[in-house]
């Protein structure tokens, strides 16, 4: 099994920086991938950010490249997505996930487990 626990949202103007931060627990060989992702209310579920802890690749949703950066720190079982230049648009419940097997996906029905979120709300 896998624990994953979200934090670091809140509330920014636009503009504006966040980190948030995903810790893990359970045996690593159920995180080989993992993955950030977001929903607005009235929205589906949206990859935004994917990363293989070992190796460190990366993929990023159209929206966020440019800026934000998913990264890993496995010392301390955390992952991250440092968010910068918010716009309004990226307001939306975060959720880290992970999955057993390794590939970068974008694609929520790909993960396993999951979060229970943070909200990140950005205003004009």
């Known amino acids: 099994q896998v624990q994953l626990v979200e934090s670091g949202g809140g509330s920014v103007q636009a503009g504006g920086s966040l980190r948030l931060s995903c810790a893990a627990s359970?045996?690593?060989?159920?995180?080989?991938?993992m993955g950030w992702f977001r929903q607005a209310p009235g929205k589906q579920r949206e990859g935004v950010a994917s990363i293989l802890p070992v190796g460190g690749f990366t993929s990023y949703a159209d929206s966020v490249k440019g800026r934000f950066t998913i990264s890993q720190d496995n010392a301390k079982n955390t992952m991250y997505l440092q968010m910068n230049s918010l716009k309004p648009a990226d307001t939306a419940m975060y959720y880290c996930a992970a999955d057993a097997r390794y590939g970068v996906s974008l694609q929520s029905s790909w993960y396993t487990y999951w979060g229970q979120g943070t909200q990140v709300t950005v205003s004009s």
């Open positions: 359970g045996h690593t060989t159920n995180r080989k991938t």
